[in-house]
């Protein structure tokens, strides 16, 4: 059998927020439908779109903006380049104008009420998130084709057989931890670099390391931005930005201009523990409300988990002097392999497990990548990884009024402190004693995920979503 093969930058992919399965996905699906009419010359005879909404896509979709995504998605932009400030107006005048500039080329007429369509009580069996483009064209033919958005930005058209890319030869090929550590074993190599190794099947390793520093550049922006913008988040639930205030507070009121002497002066500030979990939160948070602001995040390896990682980053680089190159490429080269594993083995789909694929992915990623950096050992860092999971497991998704903000924002701050106890706790552990492995949490996080009620599955149909009553003042 065929192993799959995941590369650091399907698992850490640049866009914009809220959701890496409901506003990525689906934008990334409707570029690939545009592409298609392009390609097949029938741009310029397409008369009329009209979108369907499936399942989770269609109950939290306005929430996590897929209908913004698609739009913009059949526009032609594309969330790693697209201006965030430009989201909201260009969305706007698509509706206001009921016209779409399809590819950016070819003008149609749309309706915002008529030709996207939430069909909230329907569900294909594939998987919860589903859209369905149909292009009706001059001649009066159709044609209809259905994407399924898989998690973390992986988006899978019907009809294919699973998601793929060009097959390489990997020199390590992993889809477990199991063999993953085999491989350690063998060639005496920590995890980062045997990812550095694999990535090297694709592409040049210096084009490796600087598309990840890439990442972290947008990572290193997105927290810094976050931790500097007030406000408050748009949706509905009037929910105040906190990293700024806490930034204020933290920083002792002092205003820096640059990233590089802002994180200087939080290192200045000491290392109590105290001190370091305030700031670890701060981190967290400043992400998350720059994803549920339609700011540009990085998937790691989701959007609604999208500060797990970074949080725990910038503790490396603020707090063990990790501010270097090379240590960042390795940092994120190891978590990237731990969220692979659990993407080969279960989901990283909240709509398919709950929050426990995407928090407790991300902070086992983090936990496993800390460990390393701080000098874990290889069964180390599947111990921390393992850990990390095992304290998420069952972890649902209820996102109250479908948005990105409560109770997810908080998680990430969770996930973060988690992951550097989990990262603690083995480094401190004999790993050879442990009695559960890193493959058997996988499999238990999917097994759990099968047997989860679907509406703890980001459906906003359970939990928190349907006990917190929307008018209530915040307290």
Same mark, same amino acid.
């Given at each position: ?118 069909? +909230?009580?329907?569900?294909?069996? +594939? ?20 994407? +399924? ?74 927290? +810094? ?251």
């Amino acid at each position: 059998m065929v192993k799959e093969q995941i590369s650091v930058f399907d698992m850490f992919k640049i866009g914009i927020g809220p959701s890496s399965s409901h506003t990525l996905g689906p934008w990334r699906a409707a570029q690939q439908f545009t592409r298609r009419l392009m390609q097949s010359g029938l741009l310029e005879q397409t008369a009329a779109i009209q979108i369907l909404l499936y399942g989770s896509l269609a109950k939290t979709g306005i929430g996590h903006g897929t209908d913004v995504a698609i739009l913009l998605g059949l526009s032609g932009d594309d969330p790693e380049t697209f201006a965030v400030d430009q989201v909201t107006p260009k969305v706007t005048q698509i509706k206001q104008r009921r016209l779409l500039l399809l590819g950016g080329e070819h003008e149609i007429p749309f309706s915002y009420t008529d030709d996207l369509l939430f069909l +909230y009580a329907e569900s294909l069996p +594939y998987h919860p998130n589903a859209v369905t483009f149909q292009a009706l064209l001059a001649h009066g033919k159709a044609i209809s084709e259905t994407y +399924y958005s898989i998690g973390g930005g992986f988006v899978l058209k019907e009809g294919d057989d699973d998601y793929h890319k060009q097959e390489v030869d990997l020199p390590f090929p992993i889809q477990n931890a199991k063999e993953l550590l085999v491989w350690c074993i063998r060639t005496g190599l920590k995890i980062s670099e045997v990812v550095l190794e694999n990535e090297q099947a694709w592409r040049p390793e210096e084009e490796t390391k600087a598309g990840i520093l890439r990442i972290f550049g947008t990572i290193r922006d997105c927290i +810094y931005r976050g931790c500097h913008t007030t406000g408050t988040l748009p949706g509905g639930l009037h929910v105040e930005r906190r990293a700024y205030k806490l930034n204020k507070r933290l920083i002792g009121g002092r205003n820096y201009t640059d990233y590089e002497s802002w994180v200087a002066a939080i290192r200045a500030g000491g290392d109590s523990f105290q001190y370091t979990l305030d700031w670890v939160s701060c981190f967290a948070l400043a992400v998350n409300e720059e994803n549920a602001s339609f700011g540009r995040v990085v998937t790691a390896p989701t959007n609604g988990a999208a500060g797990v990682i970074p949080a725990v980053l910038q503790y490396f680089i603020v707090f063990h002097d990790g501010f270097d190159d090379d240590q960042i490429i390795r940092f994120i080269g190891t978590a990237s392999e731990i969220g692979s594993i659990f993407k080969k083995g279960a989901t990283i789909s909240a709509a398919m497990g709950g929050c426990q694929a995407e928090i407790g992915v991300s902070s086992a990623m983090a936990a496993g990548a800390l460990t390393e950096r701080l000098g874990g050992s290889q069964r180390q860092v599947l111990m921390a990884a393992e850990i990390a999971m095992e304290h998420h497991l069952g972890l649902t998704c209820d996102p109250i009024g479908g948005l990105v903000q409560i109770p997810c924002i908080e998680r990430n701050t969770m996930g973060a402190i988690k992951a550097i106890t989990a990262a603690q706790l083995a480094l401190q552990s004999n790993p050879d004693k442990a009695k559960v492995s890193l493959d058997a949490v996988v499999k238990t996080m999917w097994e759990t995920a099968q047997d989860m009620n679907a509406k703890y599955k980001e459906t906003a149909d359970g939990g928190l979503a349907v006990n917190i009553p929307l008018s209530l003042p915040e307290c």
